[in-house]
């Protein structure tokens, strides 16, 4: 048997209800999750591929310039996207506002992103997530920080990345560090693990679970500042198992052509002449700006504790 | 009979748990993304996904009809779970284009949205007839207006969740998610 396939299947020994979540995150595998504002932008993402769209106010390069506070999505928006696709629909909420969260479970979002692109309701603590039905996806940097957001219940993980930019090198420093810190903590020896768990800020049960499986008990995608196919193969090539695009489609030349190679790149992220073609005759991407040189209070990566 | 080749589908979706169950039943799956490597196949596992997003990029070369043909002159078995399954139906008005294998509508997202899915016993009345087993349903289809043609090989309640014609099996659930690999070794002897 291939030993890449002898760790356990994700989910097994979890409740029903987290296997169903993470189990909707296997779904997503693959595939371009395309942030929208409005429903055409809806229709468009899904006419082009995309696995779901996610629901929000405004694209982060908008929050970024226009600043203010960045909310949930409103709702008759929310209805009105669920009403226009039938691929799932997701939407974002403050980090620690559970309000937020309950309401859009009662609207029967498909899933919740805790986002640190939204203004945070709590400066200390996140929302409990394993108390809802509708799973939860959370930006993470480091490994501490997954972990911890699993801990609340998480089904799926994301890199923060820096939103808004168009400069993928934050995400690709998140993913590359996660798997850094995945690969030590397999060579750690048990008695280890407990001084780990410690450092890392992580629950100790999954820091065991890591240790023993070599990979994260849920699936972890990219976001933050992809915006282009390029972009878009990098981090899959990086590890992560499905890709956020969030100011990279609405904000190019040509939106429906952009998603269109976006979910062709992520789906042939290993073929470069396929990489080529999907690149080809696109049009400007989004204008970016350098994530290295924002100032420490316009950085939206730090937000999450 | 000719050598075994399992391959599955690794464009979008749930590709890797289907790689893991062939694996273990002791054969090495193809990842199939492109039309060339569709030759050695023998049988197709299409995984569950989004199918607009499936269809998409199945488009951009063609591999629908590659795949269709294939299985319609008999040299490829298929197995497909939820997503999969729904583009082995009967042509409907639902988006995205069907495939007519099976002669079954598959009706999307029949439960309702992810806070309906669920895990719930299913029963197996032929097939690999494992008793009961474990359904696991995300935002999964369901088996509408069914012709005589069609075989049904689970049931969820009195509803059909597992169907085959001829050498095409339809799951709306997750065989694949179990760790029971009994559904994969059932299908790789069809």
Known sequence: MNDQFSTPMRGIGSTEEFRTKVGLAE???GGV????TTSEQAQIAQQAGAVAVMA???VPSDIRKDGGVARMSPVDKVREIQQTVDIPVMAKARIGHFIEGEILQALEVDFIDESEVLTPA??????EKSRFKVPFVCGATNLGEALRRIGEGAAMLRTKGEAGTGDVTEAVRHLRLIRGQIRSLTQADPEEWMSIAKELGAPYALVCQVAKEGRLPVPNFAAGGIATPADAALVMRLGAEAIFVGSGIFKAEDPLLTAKAMVHATAHFDDA??????????GAAMAGIDATRLPEDERLQVRGW | MAAICAGVLALQGSVEPHLRALSR??????ELRRPDQLDQITHLVLPGGESTTLHHLLELHSLSNQISQRVATGQMALLGTCAGAILMGRECQESPPRWNLIDVEFQRNGFGRQ??????PIEWIAGPDLGTSEGIFIRAPRIGVSSPAVEVLATLGSEAVAVRQDRCVA???HPELTGDDRVHQWFLRL
């Open chain 1, 27 to 29: 779904m997503l595998r």
């Open chain 1, 33 to 36: 999750i395309m942030d929208v």
């Open chain 1, 273 to 282: 002449v396929q990489l080529a073609e999907a690149s080809s005759g696109l």
């Open chain 2, 171 to 173: 799951c709306t659930f």
């Open chain 1, 122 to 127: 709590d400066h200390a603590h996140h929302i």
């Open chain 2, 25 to 30: 039943c002791g054969v090495d799956p193809i």
């Open chain 1, 56 to 58: 929000l106010e405004r």
């Open chain 2, 115 to 120: 806070v309906h899915s669920f895990i719930e």
